[in-house]
């Protein structure tokens, strides 16, 4: 298990921007691929963007594509999740997850991701 603790969500006007972090502890943060799921009460937990362990790989749900942007800085165990362009349908608890990976792999959308952080609520009102 990865300890891993979001920060950066909160309220925010349709069209506006917002980023998420998430940091990672006492592990090799570049051994894991690295991911964003959120989930709406009653709904199933869906993943929304996820990215290699380096960074040279990252896959977007449909939903957020051009919107959403994922990055990760290996050196500050930190994940990101840069939101812009909000609609009231990205209102969700958002979490970060973690799966252990090896060289070479592109962590997509399917991955097994075995750890995973608190959440963060973000709410965009219309």
């Known amino acids: 298990q990865v300890p891993l603790v979001e920060s950066g969500g909160g309220s925010v006007e349709a069209g506006g921007s917002m980023r998420l972090s998430c940091e990672a502890s006492?592990?090799?943060?570049?051994?894991?691929?690295m991911a964003w799921f959120r989930q709406v009460a009653g709904k199933e937990r869906g993943a929304v963007a996820t990215i290699s362990a380096t960074g040279a790989y990252d896959y977007y749900d449909e939903s957020v594509k051009g919107r959403f942007s994922i990055s990760r800085d290996n050196p500050k165990n930190t994940l990101y999740l840069q939101m812009t362009s909000l609609k009231p349908e990205d209102t969700a608890m958002y979490y970060c997850?973690?799966?252990?990976?090896?060289?070479?792999?592109?962590?997509?959308?399917?991955?097994?991701?075995?750890?995973w952080g608190r959440g963060t609520q973000v709410t965009v009102s219309s």
């Open positions: 997850a973690a799966g252990k990976t090896t060289p070479g792999r592109t962590c997509g959308l399917t991955y097994t991701y075995a750890s």
């Open positions: 006492g592990v090799t943060f570049r051994d894991y691929c």
